[in-house]
């Protein structure tokens, strides 16, 4: 634990949070959100993040407001940003976020108490600057950022639990959001009485991520036959090629909203699915978080930290010698991703749909 002076809770009335820029990343740091609410219950906390991330956090009730940050334009942007966190007066910034900018934002904003890891070169501008935990890379990545709260916890109160808690997401998608995802999802051709199942085949970061495309068009035929279930392509503008490659290789029709959704339409459209395949990218953790059945398809990453951490998402993995490699191209055969086929991924899917629909039978 750091060994700086205890800080009084009561004087801090004004926090600033600077979130990460990965959608994944993103999710993984509600459960530090959140017990930073309970750590500091009457202070007004902002969350300083990408414009793409206020579609995550659109009904967040454990943040008071979104600061918007666009680095498009360079310095410029900084200069903007510095002179918002200075015209807050704010009293205390935490950074998840490991770049120096961060750090340098907090300097430069004036903001008297600036807690974060030490990393990129940036001790000296942190009040509080506090080591990477040793254990990272063989705990999930939720961890580092409860850690970061857990050292804040103890430097106000001399004691904390922030770390042996358990790790609470609970995304929220209100009504009005949803009513509308209902009528997008219409609009595009889904049937209004048939169950949801969502496939995320692309990823922005990486090919190796992605399972086969023509894996993908087997198994959404298999869930139209069999499941009768509306299957819908999400992803961004990026994967659109993907998505459109799976949809000419099935025989049958799938909704296609992949390029057709900001951030905050899709969340809401996850929120309903009944379940979500998907690849090692940011909507599992997003569809995980809003507590739908989730499969992922890991490949050259290791789940150990980046899997979706809820007990209604599932990993499938075949790992051969080479994996994990964590490379963004395969340069052999893609062994990892060809060696899971579509009928293993239609039983493991039908069975998380039936384990939520008899939760949620038992629920009412």
Not at 96 to 113: I, M, S
Request: aromatic share 6%; glycine share 6%.
């Amino acid at each position: 634990m750091l060994k700086k002076r205890k800080l009084e809770a009561d004087k801090i009335r004004r926090v600033v949070v600077r979130g990460t820029n990965w959608v994944g990343d993103a999710v993984m740091t509600v459960p530090a959100l959140r017990e930073l609410r309970r750590v500091l219950p009457h202070a007004h906390i902002t969350l300083c993040t990408r414009p793409w991330s206020e579609g995550i956090f659109e009904d967040a009730d454990f943040v008071d407001d979104l600061l918007l940050y666009d680095r498009s334009k360079g310095l410029r942007s900084v200069a903007r940003q510095i002179k918002e966190w200075r015209n807050r007066k704010f009293d205390l910034a935490v950074l998840f976020q490991n770049a120096f900018e961060a750090a340098a934002l907090a300097t430069g904003a004036r903001v008297p108490t600036r807690l974060g890891y030490a990393t990129d070169g940036r001790r000296a501008l942190l009040t509080h600057p506090l080591a990477a935990p040793g254990w990272r890379g063989a705990r999930h990545e939720v961890f580092y950022y409860l850690n970061l709260v857990g050292e804040l916890e103890q430097l106000l109160y001399g004691t904390s639990d922030a770390m042996q808690r358990e790790p609470q997401f609970d995304l929220k998608v209100s009504a009005a959001r949803q009513d509308k995802a209902r009528e997008m999802l219409h609009d595009a051709g889904a049937r209004r009485d048939s169950p949801l199942v969502a496939l995320c085949p692309g990823s922005t970061n990486s090919l190796a991520k992605r399972w086969p495309a023509r894996s993908y068009a087997e198994l959404a035929d298999k869930i139209t036959g069999e499941m009768g279930a509306n299957v819908i392509l999400i992803g961004s503008q990026d994967e659109l090629d993907v998505s459109r490659e799976v949809a000419s290789l099935m025989r049958s029709q799938p909704v296609m909203l992949t390029g057709r959704t900001n951030l905050a339409q899709a969340v809401a459209v996850l929120s309903l699915t009944d379940v979500l395949v998907s690849n090692d990218t940011g909507p599992a953790h997003i569809a995980a978080a809003l507590n739908r059945p989730t499969l992922v398809i890991f490949g050259p990453t290791d789940p150990t930290t980046t899997r979706p951490f809820s007990p209604v998402a599932e990993v499938i993995r075949k790992p051969p010698d080479c994996a994990p490699c964590m490379l963004r191209v395969c340069p052999i055969d893609h062994r990892c991703m060809t060696a899971i086929t579509p009928d293993e991924i239609y039983a493991r899917a039908a069975s998380l749909m039936e384990q939520m629909t008899a939760t949620e039978t038992q629920r009412h």
